[in-house]
């Protein structure tokens, strides 16, 4: 049986599933699941044809796949969609009830033209809304020369519509299964594995797991607001980007990181005075300085957020500006 020209959509089932996806990833997705479709629910496992699909070069292919195709199940050499082998299977299940009433209807009908006055009505099922009528399916055991095998759904397949529960990747990934360790009871109760997974991957273009590990390690350590709130979310934390400032500075453990502020003494003990040593060595000693235009170098955007956040009015008063490296680009003294 041909797939039918439509295919119901919902809404509500599709944002809670792909609010993780990026406005490219949506695409990408959205082009394949009009594929899976058209070919009866499933997709080769061939990766130039899926990027061809997906509208997408070999390298975007790439880079999405591993977030595109969890959505996938692989199995005898291809990459199924259990919502789309449901609809299918719902629609063939229709197809078929509708034509059986149909049968039973003209049976109904000879009956009556040789008067037979009784009524039958209750051997038809509801009608569902209205459907394009499909192809008349052929016969699983009819051949002819040159006619191709029907296209296989899960009917065909004796298979249940939803695959057999399954390991998922983070449950078997050890550096993932470390920052996770390393966060904060709080950060994995406002979290969720699964949804720190997705922002994890992401993260892994910056800095690879065991340096992301280390950094939760350092900000737990050396982070006085998640000393005292137990931090954000670890999908917030990562998705937000403040691993970066974690990356290199702060503390780990008890032992001070080796970074030294450049800038005047003074400036510096002005902020101890103000927010206490474990603020300067987190978030000024990371910092670069530059005299000339009295200005604190933050070492990425996360780290200038704080600096504005927290020692917004003291800079105005101290005449000192905060920006990143990128916003400030000449070397500084």
């Known amino acids: 049986m041909s797939a039918p020209p439509y295919m119901k959509l919902f809404w509500g089932d599709y944002h809670k599933a792909t609010r993780h ?4 990833q949506h695409g990408a997705y959205f082009l394949l699941i009009g594929e899976a479709w058209r070919l009866g629910g499933a997709l080769p496992d061939d990766d130039a044809k899926l990027a061809a699909w997906a ?33 299918l299977a719902a629609y063939e299940s229709t197809s078929r009830k509708r034509k059986e009433a149909g049968k039973k209807g003209g049976a109904v009908s000879v009956g009556n033209s040789k008067g037979n006055r009784q009524a039958f009505a209750w051997l038809l099922p509801p009608k569902p809304e209205p459907e394009p009528e499909p192809e008349e399916r052929k016969d699983a055991n009819a051949s002819s020369a040159g006619s191709a095998p029907p296209m296989p759904t899960g009917l065909d397949l ?3 519509p939803k695959p057999a529960a399954k390991v998922e990747a983070w449950e078997t990934d050890s550096e993932f299964a470390a920052i996770w360790a390393a966060s904060t009871e709080q950060g994995r109760k406002r979290s969720s594995q699964s ?36 931090g954000p979310g670890l999908h917030t934390w990562l998705s937000d980007g403040r691993f970066e400032h974690w990356l290199t500075a702060g503390t780990s453990g008890a032992v001070k990181a080796p970074v030294a ?7 510096r003990q002005g902020v101890v005075d103000l927010l206490g040593e474990p603020f300067a060595r987190s978030w000024i000693d990371p ?9 604190l170098v933050a070492a990425n955007a996360f780290g ?3 600096l504005n956040d927290e020692l917004g009015p003291w800079m105005r008063r101290m005449k000192v500006r905060a920006a990143t490296a990128a ?7």
């Open 21 to 24: 996806l990026t406005r490219d």
């Open 55 to 87: 509208l997408c070069t070999p390298a975007e292919w790439a880079c999405i796949k591993p977030v595109i195709l969890d959505f996938f199940a692989l199995r005898r050499g291809k990459w199924w969609h259990g919502r789309v082998r449901e609809e």
């Open 158 to 160: 004796g298979e249940p």
């Open 195 to 230: 949804k720190a997974w997705r922002e994890w991957r992401k993260a892994l273009r910056s800095a690879p797991g065991p340096v992301l590990a280390a950094a939760m390690a350092r900000y737990v350590a050396g982070d006085e607001d998640c000393k005292r709130t137990g």
């Open 261 to 267: 502020f450049n800038g005047p003494a003074a400036l």
């Open 287 to 295: 910092c670069t300085w530059d005299g000339d235009s009295r200005t």
């Open 304 to 306: 200038l957020a704080k």
């Open 327 to 333: 916003e400030h680009p000449q070397e500084p003294v």
